[in-house]
Antibody
Framework: QVQLQESGPGLVKPSETLSLTCTVS????????WSWIRQSPGKGLEWIGY???????NYNPSLKSRVTMSVDMGDNQFSLKLSSVTAADTAVYYC???????????WGQGTLVTVSS | NFMLTQPHSVSESPGKTVTISCTRS????????VQWYRQRPGSAPTTVIY?????PSGVPDRFSGSVDRSSNSASLTISGLKTEDEADYYC??????????FGGGTKLTVL
């Protein structure tokens, strides 16, 4: 079955850019939407945005000015960049397949990114 | 965009039934599908209800979902509560421009 795995630095300095990659295994990235979701410590889930395999994107308006997503079909991966990070961006970041009506399934295990100098 | 409002916490005894509500602030709850996710500590969320009322394979029929137009809310009902049901539960739906929105989450305690 399809499995997702997030990867990237666990520590990012304030004002720098957070970069994460999600590798999809057990299935193709083709024909699906793929989302990033984050969860600040002790808080709820926040949808960051999605990217379609073709490259079409849709971002949460609250983060739109700082978010860039991209897809690499050759490596079956998609990526997230979040610029100008602050301590408020400290969170567990999840990637997930996103199907309208079915929701997010499956999810990656999540990766904690801490913003600190 | 809209908000989905859930109770912060609910608690009930084993064997009883609990219902968690998810109220949409603007727009009709029936205009888009609602999903429900369970998140146990230290784990990623998993789907327990999709398309308002359907259970993924592996989710027991003790879990059910519904939508009520009159209250503009969706509900997750768990019957025959077990201690293993203790978790955080999130509703999620869709808004204009295909945005995805989560509720704030409900902590279920089974005591």
């Amino acid at each position: 079955q399809v499995q997702l795995q997030e990867s990237g630095p666990g520590l990012v300095k304030p004002s720098e850019t957070l970069s994460l990659t999600c590798t999809v295994s057990g299935g193709s990235i083709t024909n699906y939407y793929w989302s990033w979701i984050r969860q600040s410590p002790g808080k709820g889930l926040e949808w960051i945005g999605y990217i379609f395999y073709s490259g079409t994107t849709n971002y949460n308006p609250s983060l739109k000015s700082r978010v860039t997503m991209s897809v690499d079909m050759g490596d079956n991966q998609f990526s997230l960049k979040l610029s100008s990070v602050t301590a408020a961006d400290t969170a567990v970041y999840y990637c997930a397949r996103d199907i309208y009506g079915l929701g997010f399934d499956p999810w990656g295990q999540g990766t904690l990114v801490t913003v600190s100098s | 965009n809209f908000m989905l409002t859930q109770p912060h916490s609910v608690s009930e005894s084993p064997g009883k039934t609990v219902t968690i509500s998810c109220t949409r602030s603007t727009g009709s709850i029936a205009s888009n599908y609602v999903q429900w996710y369970r998140q146990r500590p230290g784990s990623a969320p998993t789907t327990v209800i999709y398309e308002n009322i359907y259970r993924p394979s592996g989710v027991p029929d003790r879990f059910s979902g519904s939508v009520d137009r009159s209250s503009n809310s969706a509900s997750l009902t768990i019957s025959g509560l077990k201690t293993e049901d203790e978790a955080d539960y999130y509703c999620q739906s869709y808004g204009g421009d295909n945005l995805r929105v989560f509720g704030g989450g409900t902590k279920l305690t089974v005591l």
